[in-house]
């Protein structure tokens, strides 16, 4: 059987939740048509003074045009590591779509595409926040383990025509922080300004990481205030839904492939301003590498894991959060290497184990039964398959 390019094709995509302004339909207009009615200048909490103190980038409203300009910008960066693994990265907006995404895809031969849609453009879409945008789609190709499970982002058994596996959404986060906007903003003159703009909670983290390279200090400050006006474009709101004194204290048993909330995901990219890993290296994906115990890549395994080790903190202020990410997670082959499904407690719960996740059990409301398959084993919650009207 030939194979089918469409089998190359990887997509994950940043969900933008629908709240909106009174007449979204005239601001968004006005932004594809490069007009700013509504500009996003204001007082930032935590300023000494008012909107004039806040630099351009992160106070200006921008529209469709400039969006794509920025997000050339950020590309550019990348080209080069993209080059380094025979892959291009191509910006391809598609402002007529209402897809409330924006979308990280892999197409054909190692095409890696980022394709921001009409939703992006809001009241609170500045420079800074289409930058840590981009990033984070960047991170999506490069951020490696752990990887994506959402999209068409299903493990694989060979990465040769996509060049990489798209990382999961918190990772992406934690790489835009950790390994792209400091990239961006390098030697940008207003990184000095964000000294009397970040949270006081944040200026102390960012002095305790980065001592006495005031250059990384600026940058970690504008990197948290750019954050937390990411969340309010994201969410297209004016109140602030994050504070770095409140992080999230959810502790989860299993890593979060999809998307954490909102105080989850400003944490990690609060962390990511605060790691200083020991490889950053854009060129090698950290933990590509295809699982001992199903032979494919993108599933988390042990092996991944011990591979991107040197590229993320793994204590203190600069490590992944708690509320998304589980280091150590063991794989399980489920002593058959292929998996297999039960009934347990008198046939009211239905157990399962499927490598490399390892077993999950759930209650039956009708009963746990074998389905009707004389070749495989397999058992069922009744009432996932209710009988025919008939019967």
Not at 100 to 128: E, Q
Request: net charge negative.
């Amino acid at each position: 059987m030939k194979k089918s390019t469409s089998l190359s094709m990887l997509v994950v995509g940043l969900a933008i939740p629908s709240c909106a302004p009174a007449d979204p339909s005239k601001h968004t207009e006005a932004l594809l048509a490069g007009v700013s009615e509504d500009p996003a200048a204001r007082a930032l909490s935590g300023s000494a003074g008012g909107a004039h103190d806040v630099p351009d980038d992160t106070a200006r409203t921008i529209g469709a045009d400039e969006a794509a300009l920025v997000a050339e910008e950020v590309a550019d960066i990348y080209r080069p590591f993209a080059a380094a693994r025979s892959a291009t990265i191509t910006i391809a907006p598609e402002w007529d779509s209402n897809a409330s995404t924006i979308a990280a895809v892999i197409r054909g031969v190692r095409g890696w595409f980022v394709i921001p849609r009409r939703p992006v453009l809001n009241p609170y879409l500045t420079r800074d926040v289409m930058r840590l945008t981009v990033c984070h789609e960047m991170g999506h190709f490069f951020a490696g383990f752990p990887f994506s499970r959402a999209g068409n982002a299903r493990p694989t058994p060979d990465v040769t025509n996509l060049g990489t596996f798209l990382a999961s959404e918190a990772q992406s986060d934690y790489f835009a922080t950790k390994s792209c906007l400091w990239r961006v903003w390098a030697g940008d003159p207003d990184n000095p300004a964000y000294r009397s703009l970040v949270p006081a909670e944040g200026k102390a983290r960012c002095d305790a990481v980065w001592g006495d390279d005031q250059d990384r200090r600026d940058m970690c400050y504008r990197t948290i205030v750019v954050a937390r006006e990411w969340v309010r474009w994201r969410n297209n709101a004016e109140p602030y839904s994050v504070d770095i004194t409140t992080p999230d204290p959810t502790v989860v048993s299993r890593t979060n492939y999809g998307y954490p909330a909102d105080q989850c995901r400003f944490d990690t990219m609060v962390a990511g301003a605060l790691c200083d890993p020991e490889r950053d290296d854009p060129t090698q994906i950290p933990g590509l590498l295809p699982s001992p115990i199903t032979g494919l890549y993108g599933h988390h395994s042990v092996a991944s894991e011990d591979d991107s080790r040197t590229a993320s903190c793994h204590e203190g202020f600069g490590a992944r959060p708690a509320c998304w990410f589980k280091p150590n997670m063991p794989e399980h082959d489920c002593g058959n290497g292929v998996g297999w499904t039960r009934c347990e407690e008198e046939d009211t719960v239905l157990a399962t184990c499927t490598p490399p996740d390892g077993e999950s059990r759930r209650p039956c409301s009708m009963g746990c039964v074998r389905f009707e398959d004389p070749e495989v084993e397999i058992y069922v919650c009744a009432e996932d398959f209710p009988p025919d009207e008939g019967d």
